[in-house]
């Protein structure tokens, strides 16, 4: 049942408050008027679908670069676990140093409880294994490892940019706003259309409108940002650990 109720929040909550004030000013006053609301419904049904297709493709770049860098970390994995000149206890201490990286990205990315700073400490520790282990590490060995770690590095930045950087913070502004003032100037022209029909008519038309129009604007905003369990698309975090 949560899942229908998942995209109702404090700003449904607002373009509830307006859907009922705006008719109600509207039949005291006896404001009415004929538009054409075409160009109106453009401006916000255009902006907010280029900026839901956005968060879509984001989320869908985010599960491409966390299976990169789980992919990169399980061979790394493989890889010394298959070298037989590295003693099981080294090999034990590598698999803590990779099972740090992955929590602590992981961390990072859904609650910020770890800096992109102390990230790359993390990942800095399979350098200085290697070098602190050159003697049982071939040359050969070492350069496949940093091939990984490119990989690796790859799918942690792509990660910390989609983290940072989301869809345009104007554009996002502009949907709301427009959203929180369609009301005012829909509903005279509803009001002129219906003429003496029953007011209930506007009413039950002007909130479900806005109820459609911000129930898309949250399910954007829910899905802009996968990270955080906040919404039914989010990204399953759990399963992108290195050992799950």
């Keep these: 049942m949560n899942q229908y ?21 509207a039949y005291h006053f006896d404001i009415h008027y004929n538009i054409d609301l075409t160009l109106i419904s453009i401006a916000i049904i255009f902006p907010l679908v280029f900026a839901i297709r956005g968060a879509f493709r984001r989320r869908e770049k985010a599960l491409e670069h966390l299976s990169r860098f789980r992919g990169s970390l399980k061979i790394i994995q493989y890889s010394f676990s298959a070298n037989s000149k590295i003693p099981i206890e080294k090999k034990n201490e590598i698999d803590k140093i990779l099972i740090e990286i992955s929590d602590k990205v992981l961390n990072y990315l859904q609650n910020n409880s770890v800096s992109i700073q102390s990230v790359d400490e993390s990942i800095n520790k399979v350098e200085e294994f290697i070098n602190k282990n050159d003697e049982m590490i071939s040359g050969g060995f070492r350069l496949k490892i940093f091939g ?7 799918g942690i930045e792509n990660l910390e940019a989609i983290h940072i950087h989301r869809t345009p913070i104007s ?10 003032i369609f009301p005012l100037i829909y509903t005279p022209t509803i009001i002129n259309k219906i003429d003496d029909g029953p007011e209930w008519i506007t009413y039950f038309v002007v909130i479900v409108s806005e109820f459609i129009l911000i129930s898309l604007y949250n399910i954007q905003d829910q899905m802009e940002y996968p990270f955080d369990n906040d919404g039914l698309d989010d990204i399953k975090l759990d399963n992108f650990k290195i050992n799950r």
């Design 5 to 25: 109720f998942s995209i109702i929040n404090r700003r449904t909550v607002i373009t509830l408050i307006i859907s009922l004030s705006v008719p109600y000013i």
């Design 148 to 154: 990984f770690m490119r990989s690796l590095h790859e």
């Design 171 to 180: 554009l996002k502004a502009y949907c709301k706003i427009f959203i929180y």
